[in-house]
């Protein structure tokens, strides 16, 4: 089976547009992981945007499942990992003025303190994901690191169509073989939805998807339950037709 992190962001977002105490991320948790959620996902940004250290605290002591918490490499983050203990941490790269998370961290290029965070994080028994581009040299730099896992970035071809989407799902085929070659977990997340989610599910190895956008948009609609246990059966399904 391949794991399914709802990222319950957008719910804390609409929260903050009007500076209230609705709806809570804390309900949206409780419900995805009643329509069958293996995860729940959660980014804490530098500037508290949407997720707040209050939500991290509560989260971490009601969900059920796992709690996977991005964040960016820093001193602060690292600190407030080390005190809430989610299950997993997945460093991501960030920027202020971007609406989300843009491209996969450059671990190559910092590599000493991304080394230095995947080992003190692992050294409390924190499971570390990092968030990178569909690129060998960066999943090298992310085995070297000592992180457990990877989470290949899926946003080029979740925007992409036709010919340059097949390109692209064939690099982070290769990008997934990379991984698993060397030792590491395949994860896969950023703009997977209900029409896109089969081909990433079926690349052989394929550990765990996180997605948020999709299914909290599905959920103003179906409701949250409903539209996390469909995209559990799209997942199911898909890996059936793998199978055949
Ligand atoms: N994975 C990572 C590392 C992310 O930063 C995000 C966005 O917060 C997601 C998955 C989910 O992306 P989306 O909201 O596009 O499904």
């Given at each position: ?13 609409v929260r903050q547009a009007r500076l209230s105490t609705e ?222």
């Amino acid at each position: 089976m391949v794991r399914l992190g709802v990222n319950i962001d957008h719910v804390a977002t609409v929260r903050q547009a009007r500076l209230s105490t609705e709806p809570d991320p804390v309900h949206a948790s409780v419900l995805a992981e009643l329509g069958g959620a293996d995860q729940i996902t959660i980014h804490l940004r530098e500037d508290r945007r949407h997720i707040n250290d209050r939500d991290l605290r509560i989260l971490r002591e009601t969900i059920k499942t796992r709690l996977n918490l991005e964040m960016a490499c820093t001193d602060e983050m690292v600190q407030i990992a080390l005190e809430q203990k989610p299950d997993m941490v997945t460093l991501v790269p960030e920027k202020r003025e971007e609406l989300t998370t843009e491209g996969g961290l450059d671990v190559k290029g910092n590599f000493q303190p991304v080394k230095d965070a995947v080992s003190t994080l692992r050294s409390e028994g924190i499971f570390v994901s990092l968030f990178v581009d569909a690129d060998n040299a960066q999943i090298e730099a992310t085995a070297d690191s000592g992180a457990n896992a990877v989470e290949i970035h899926t946003g080029r071809y979740a925007d992409t169509k036709g010919a340059v989407q097949r390109e692209e799902l064939s690099r982070i085929m290769f990008a997934g073989e990379k991984s698993r070659e060397l030792g590491l977990i395949l994860n896969s997340g950023h703009g997977l939805n209900y029409l896109n989610i089969s081909e990433i599910v079926a690349i052989p190895g394929m550990n765990e998807v996180n997605i948020g956008h999709s299914i909290i948009s599905r959920a103003v609609f179906v409701g949250l339950e409903r539209a996390v246990r469909e995209m559990k059966e799209l997942i199911h399904r898909a890996l059936m037709d793998a199978r055949v």
